[in-house]
């Protein structure tokens, strides 16, 4: 196998797969070379066979275990008719170059100079009859017509000399036949331009990591005796693919998350939090395909919401810590008053409540406190408040109805904190509430463009199939095979038929409706929330509680 950058595309890799010859006589097992020649089919998406000398009877017997691949590949899991499988074949096998070497005769038909791939078309026609000769002798041609979407031929020269020809691997370019050459020249032109990308079922492009596996359920399947299924090797392939795409999309959720420092305002996560997730969902859909009723991308809702709850919580947990330092800090003064007996003179409440109303004042002023900023302050206040009534009740200086006064003024004072707090945290809910709707969205979105994509390679393929049947069915009528071309109408019929149905917006509609509610249903971030701090995980232990970054 040799694997360079393609000479013509951009970002693609041109991969060569070198089979060993077939027909060995040592080997003294004619099923090696139809399980070589089915391992070369499934993996290629240009299948180039050479043969030496001319395209005659011998060389189209050697081509025998072609008419063997239907006992060799299967498309389906669950298996239909044989007959089923062959129409199927079409739509997933490689383009087919049938290369001659040291070929010495002229390109002529009836005494007619033609093209390469008119020798070829006519040595594939087929006989009209149904004795046993002519059934054996049309058998590999019709399966060579029907198997592959496009043929294709070219004939080479001798490169050099019969003297030279032992010598070739050191002889200089200089040295070789110009004809050959110029031939050389073409063959290759014509793969590096018009081999396609090669696909699996459902028109799904295959790149290193999706090729590594193709090999390896292939051959792990025909060493354990069984015969090859395309169905069950994309499963296999999907089923990797989408683990691995789920722990490239979360790690990069995780990382994104991870760098913004804490405690941060509630609009500042949800911003990052949006562009963390749009762009792990990015990578999710660039790498993930077959995912059957959305199951890794529901999973990739759930594991969003999940460490996003986890940011939120540690949020909380470093701004309660946050401001509760800053409260002690800033009341640290008024303390050594307290201790100090100043409050327990007349006109000490007075003197008390200046003080904390301007610790309260500079805690506010106060940036970067986090969500926690006005809960933290209403439990400050809180556990003031036995201190406070103990210094009211100690001022001589007041009358009782001063006192009485200063009383309700706490209450009001304490019932004002209540409110803001009950504000900051619906304000939170409702953000919570508008990111689960624009995750919602992003996915819904981003799905769409998915299914619309995989909608348009499956009909390509569709397409391409169609094509293929409509000219083997022109060629069956121009050359007399007038029973051939109408049965080939039913699956013409089928394949028009699939490319109408895969209608985008009845298909979208569809499936976008089926898992609207699904992908819902495992996105409520602040259900979870709330599920963490009732089990234990929230802020309530502060020994637990992340330091500031």
């Not at 993996?43 to 006992?71: C, R």
């Not at 020249?185 to 079922?201: A, E, G, H, I, L």
């Not at 390679?457 to 049947?469: D, G, M, V």
Request: proline fraction near 3%; hydrophobic fraction near 35%.
């Amino acid at each position: 196998m040799w694997c360079l950058p393609h000479p013509r595309r951009a970002g693609h890799t041109l991969v060569l797969l070198d089979t060993e010859g077939l027909g060995d006589v040592e080997k003294g097992d004619t099923k090696n070379d139809v399980w070589i020649f089915a391992l070369a089919v499934l993996l290629s998406s240009t299948l180039v066979y050479n043969s030496k000398g001319t395209i005659d009877q011998y060389a189209m017997e050697q081509l025998h275990f072609v008419a063997e691949l239907t006992e060799h590949i299967k498309v389906k899991a669950q298996g239909g008719a044989d007959a089923e499988e062959d129409t199927e074949f079409v739509r997933f096998f490689p383009s087919f170059v049938w290369a001659v070497r040291d070929f010495t005769l002229e390109l002529r038909l009836e005494g007619q100079l033609v093209a390469e791939d008119e020798y070829l078309e006519h040595a594939l026609a087929l006989r009209k009859g149904n004795s046993k000769k002519v059934m054996d002798y049309n058998l590999p041609r019709q399966c060579i017509r029907s198997f592959f979407p496009t043929r294709k031929c070219f004939v080479f020269v001798q490169p050099a000399s019969r003297q030279e020809m032992g010598q070739l691997d050191s002889l200089p370019t200089s040295a070789l036949d110009p004809h050959f050459l110029e031939q050389t020249r073409r063959f290759c032109d014509y793969v590096f331009q018009c081999s396609n990308v090669k696909t699996v079922k459902g028109g799904i492009p295959v790149n290193g990591r999706r090729f590594g596996s193709l090999v390896q359920s292939y051959v792990g399947t025909i060493r354990s005796g069984q015969v090859p299924c395309l169905d069950n090797a994309v499963t296999a392939m999907a089923a990797s693919e989408n683990e691995a795409a789920l722990r490239e999309a979360l790690a990069h959720y995780a990382a994104g998350m991870g760098g913004l420092r804490l405690p941060a305002e509630l609009g500042q996560l949800s911003a990052a939090h949006g562009t963390c997730e749009a762009e792990a969902l990015r990578l999710f859909m660039q790498r993930s395909f077959k995912d059957e009723e959305q199951g890794f991308q529901k999973q990739l809702v759930a594991g969003i919401m999940e460490r996003y709850a986890n940011v939120l919580a540690e949020n909380e947990a470093v701004s309660e810590q946050t401001c509760r330092v800053l409260l002690e800090e800033l009341s640290a003064a008024m303390q050594q008053k307290l201790s100090a007996g100043l409050y327990s003179q007349p006109g000490g409440y007075q003197a008390y409540d200046r003080d904390q109303n301007q610790v309260v004042e500079n805690y506010r002023a106060k940036p970067n406190k986090g969500v926690k900023a006005e809960e933290a302050l209403e439990q400050f206040l809180a556990s003031k408040k036995a201190e406070a009534e103990a210094v009211l009740k100690a001022d001589n200086l007041l009358t009782e109805a001063e006192k009485h006064v200063a009383e309700e003024q706490q209450k009001a004072e304490m019932l004002e904190q209540q409110r803001k707090v009950a504000e900051e945290k619906q304000l939170q809910t409702e953000q919570l509430l508008r990111d689960q709707e624009r995750s919602h969205q992003e996915h819904v979105q981003q799905l769409e463009a998915k299914v619309a994509e995989e909608l348009a390679s499956a009909r390509q393929e569709a397409e391409r199939a169609l094509q293929s049947k409509l000219t083997e069915q022109e060629a069956m009528l121009q050359k007399g095979f007038a029973e051939k071309a109408r049965l080939m109408e039913d699956e013409i019929s089928g394949l028009r038929r699939e490319i109408s149905s895969a209608s985008r917006s009845g298909s979208l509609s569809g499936l976008l409706g089926t898992i609207r509610e699904g992908l819902r249903a495992v996105a409520n971030v602040s259900a979870y929330l709330t599920s963490r701090r009732q089990s234990g995980k929230g802020t309530s232990n502060p020994g637990k509680t992340p330091t500031p970054k």
